[in-house]
């Protein structure tokens, strides 16, 4: 989808359970939850309404996983709610919004960072761990 959303708000949860016995209170912390971004955005023109149009049908679908890429990070998931609704005082305009469900790998919260991914110098640092990263798989050391 090449349409930029006006808002996304990043949902990160964990799972407290409480529970009373005879000695105290015992709480168990459960961590893994899965990541939820809520999007949405205004579109205009029939193009933009009908790549929306697909992805609710894929919503449609249950069970449907699919990837997002975001700030050149991708993110496998599913749709949790989906809507669009038209705007009565502009023809050709449509509001969307949407949920998806991340569930590999963790929506990583400095995406969320505005402007640069930083120096120049530290671009090529983690380009060059990703590459000695990647060639250690193949059993390749530099």
């Known amino acids: 989808m090449l349409i930029n959303p ?17 000695k105290g209170t015992v709480f168990q912390y459960w961590p893994d939850l899965h990541d939820t971004l809520s999007i949405s955005g205004l579109i205009y023109g029939s193009k933009a309404y009908n790549e929306l149009h697909y992805l609710q049908l894929h919503f449609e679908k249950e069970g449907k996983v699919l990837s997002m890429i975001y700030k050149e990070h991708e993110y496998q998931g599913f749709f949790s709610s989906f809507d669009i609704d038209a705007d009565s005082d502009n023809a050709g305009r449509f509001k969307y919004s949407f949920n998806f469900t991340v569930i590999g790998p963790h929506f990583d919260s400095k995406d969320f960072a505005v402007g640069h991914m930083g120096t120049v110098e530290a671009q090529f640092s983690n380009i060059a761990n990703e590459f000695s990263d990647f060639l250690a798989k193949w059993g390749i050391k530099l």
């Open 6 to 22: 006006e808002d996304i708000t990043l949902n990160k949860k964990s799972d407290v359970s409480e529970t009373r016995t005879f």
